[in-house]
């Protein structure tokens, strides 16, 4: 279903991009791609978020080249997270299997140099704001899964500002069970349900610019 709705709405897309360039393509696509799969997460998660605060235009392809740099600059710094590029944004999926513990909240040691990693990345694009998200699979009881993807989804909100990032750009959001990205159906997509996911977006500021043609 999911592939079907991608390839769908990507096929909607295409047939008007003949008079685009290949960054405007890229970055109308992507846009098209984080709404399809957008629309099968719960509404309001990271995917609807990013699909929700395109631009679009001009502006929204200068926006895009400067998510593209990031986006790679993550990749390469966090090779053990899950990178992507989504509409105007970026897409940033960590395994709760590495960050904690079961069952806990407290970021594992041998985890804390990835994190710090990123975090570093982040600090260069002070232009953007980050979204926290924490997930759980459907293992457990409703309540004890939503206080733990609270309590992760802090846990990294923290660390960031521990490392310099301002609180002003960081928003921390937790659904428990609620959102699943995969049927909790397999122990294999359990372990992709359980995760920390980070939205990056651009701020007020870099919007401004992208629409002065100055960014």
């Given at each position: 279903?999911?592939?079907?709705?991608?390839?769908?709405?990507?096929?909607?897309?295409?047939?008007?991009?003949?008079?685009?360039?290949?960054?405007?393509?890229?970055?109308?696509?992507?846009?098209?791609?984080?709404?399809?799969?957008?629309?099968?997460?719960?509404?309001?998660?990271?995917?609807?978020?990013?699909?929700?605060?395109?631009?679009?235009?001009?502006?929204?392809?200068?926006?895009?080249?400067?998510?593209?740099?990031?986006?790679?600059?993550?990749?390469?710094?966090?090779?053990?997270?899950?990178?992507?590029r989504v509409g105007e944004g970026i897409n940033m999926t960590f395994e709760s299997g590495l960050m904690f513990k079961i069952n806990s909240a407290d970021i594992n040691e041998s985890y804390k140099d990835d994190l710090a990693s990123a975090t570093a990345v982040f600090a260069k694009y002070p232009e953007t704001n980050l979204i926290i998200?924490?997930?759980?699979?459907?293992?457990?009881?409703?309540?004890?899964?939503?206080?733990?993807?609270?309590?992760?989804?802090?846990?990294?909100?923290?660390?960031?500002?521990?490392?310099?990032?301002?609180?002003?750009?960081?928003?921390?959001?937790?659904?428990g069970e609620a959102q699943p990205k995969y049927p909790n159906d397999t122990e294999e997509n359990r372990v992709k349900n359980r995760r920390v996911e980070i939205a990056v977006i651009a701020n007020d500021e870099m919007k401004q610019k992208a629409n002065e043609g100055k960014l």
């Open positions: 279903m999911k592939n079907f709705i991608f390839v769908f709405v990507s096929v909607l897309v295409l047939a008007g991009c003949s008079s685009m360039n290949k960054q405007q393509k890229g970055t109308a696509i992507g846009a098209a791609g984080g709404a399809a799969l957008g629309a099968l997460v719960t509404k309001g998660s990271v995917w609807g978020i990013l699909a929700g605060a395109a631009i679009g235009g001009a502006a929204g392809n200068l926006i895009g080249k400067k998510m593209d740099a990031q986006a790679k600059e993550l990749t390469q710094a966090v090779p053990t997270a899950q990178v992507e998200e924490g997930h759980t699979d459907d293992t457990g009881k409703d309540e004890f899964n939503m206080a733990l993807s609270e309590k992760r989804a802090k846990a990294v909100g923290d660390f960031l500002k521990s490392k310099g990032i301002a609180a002003s750009r960081i928003t921390e959001k937790w659904y």
